[in-house]
């Protein structure tokens, strides 16, 4: 076989359906948030907003966190030193686990290298260990909860997104003693709109199913303390797992579950992603740890800010005649409906306006359905707002994009 070939033909396809990836290269300027420098395609750099970014708040680089990092890096030096079992928990971790099973009024929390390895490793582990388990699977769930279900090597049904009733009649028309384990999320995160927390931990009760709730667009953004949607609905007892991300508002990196001790302990001491790798570098966890305890007392202003310049911005979206998705939550949804146009959108935002919104293309979201996503933050003022909404008129204007929304 020419295999040289084969990957060239690969990569063509790949091309050829307006799907290659371009990473931009960019360089985040701490203390100038939400500002970056660009470098193009000849390695120059320029000053451009970015208006993409899952750093939600901006904590990545707020000073309490930056402090925390710094200090921890100087106190404990850069790595781990190994896996958790080999000297590698350190007490920031001890702490940062504590710290997040208070949040969540679980009896115990389990920090992993990242949000997708936390979905990995304890969707996989619980159901595995469940005899015969029955997964049911929305489907909009992220791929990370997907990999973790494909590990698990069980039986899986998917049910139309947040369609309560198809998700009752897989239910029932499984046997009623079989185990079975619920996987969803609390804002989904593509088109923006959340999960029915309740009235899926409702059916869960009625058919004695478990629950595992991915918050990852949630914590620190939502709730009182940051907590998620389940705590700002009242509802954060009833999901038997919740899991969550260090990495997007709280503005570090690694991921997490919070449950019952028991299930903690079992996927701790199972779940082969979280045994074999280094655990996240001190620096890391302690500024989460500072994030988190940041967002939990004193993150209300931030989150109300948060949430108004999202509906802000969707309202002008809105008036001035431009695609928007609508939802309820922080995210703001273009729809562009062709990749190749959705690539040229945000390739003349970037070269030509200094504006940064990545592409969403398949596989992430459904062909056809391809769309700019910004994600506007409380540090995105009126003045960087004035200046997006004409760059988008014009891009929208030079390539003739869509200016109503066609069917979601
Ligand atoms: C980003 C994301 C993850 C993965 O989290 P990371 O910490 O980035 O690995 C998990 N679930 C959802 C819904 C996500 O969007």
Same mark, same amino acid.
């Given at each position: 076989m020419d295999y040289d070939r084969f990957f060239k033909d690969a990569v063509a396809k790949i091309r050829d359906e307006g799907r290659y990836r371009v990473f931009a290269d960019l360089a985040r300027e701490c203390g100038r948030f939400p500002h970056a420098q660009y470098f193009d395609a000849h390695g120059q750099p320029r000053s451009v907003t970015i208006w993409c970014s899952n750093d939600y708040l901006g904590m990545g680089q707020h000073p309490v966190v930056v402090k925390a990092a710094t200090e921890a890096l100087e106190g404990y030096g850069t790595g781990a030193g190994g896996t958790r079992n080999i000297s590698g928990t350190t007490h920031l971790h001890v702490l940062l686990e504590r710290e997040l099973a208070a949040l969540h009024q679980r009896e115990s929390a389990l920090v992993?290298? !990242?949000?997708?390895?936390?979905?990995?490793?304890?969707? !996989?582990?619980?159901?595995?260990l469940l005899p015969g388990c029955l997964i049911l699977s929305d489907e909009k769930n992220h791929a990370s909860m997907i990999h973790g279900i494909r590990d698990s090597r069980c039986e899986k049904v998917i049910f139309r997104h947040n369609d309560l009733d198809h998700l009752e009649q897989l239910l029932k028309s499984a046997d009623s003693g079989r185990p079975k384990l619920i996987a969803f999320e609390s804002v989904y995160s593509m088109d923006g709109d959340f999960g029915l927390i309740e009235e899926i931990c409702d059916l869960a009760d009625a058919h004695q199913a478990l629950t595992y709730l991915d918050e990852v667009h949630a914590v620190g953004m939502y709730g009182p303390n940051g907590a998620g949607v389940a705590e700002q609905r009242g509802v954060m007892h009833r999901p038997t797992v919740i899991q969550g991300t260090l990495a997007k508002a709280y503005g570090c990196m690694g991921g997490y579950i919070a449950a019952k001790a028991d299930i903690v302990d079992a996927i701790r001491s199972i779940a082969s992603s979280f045994i074999f790798t280094t655990s996240l570098a001190p620096a890391v966890v302690g500024g989460a740890l500072a994030s988190v305890t940041h967002l939990r007392d004193e993150g209300q202003m931030v989150r109300e800010r948060h949430q108004e310049r999202a509906s802000t911005l969707k309202h002008r979206l809105k008036a001035a005649g431009l695609p928007v998705m609508d939802n309820p939550s922080h995210i703001v949804p273009v729809w562009v409906g062709d990749p190749v146009l959705c690539k040229q959108a945000s390739d003349r935002l970037l070269e030509r306006h200094g504006i940064y919104i990545q592409p969403i293309n398949y596989p992430t979201v459904p062909k056809g359905t391809e769309r700019l996503r910004i994600t506007p933050?409380?540090?995105?003022?009126?003045?960087?707002m004035d200046q997006l909404m004409q760059s988008l008129h014009e891009v929208w204007q030079e390539l003739g994009l869509e200016t109503r929304k066609a069917a979601a």
């Open positions: 992993m290298t !990242s949000g997708y390895v936390a979905n990995e490793a304890a969707i !996989s582990t619980i159901a595995k933050t409380p540090l995105h003022h009126d003045g960087l």
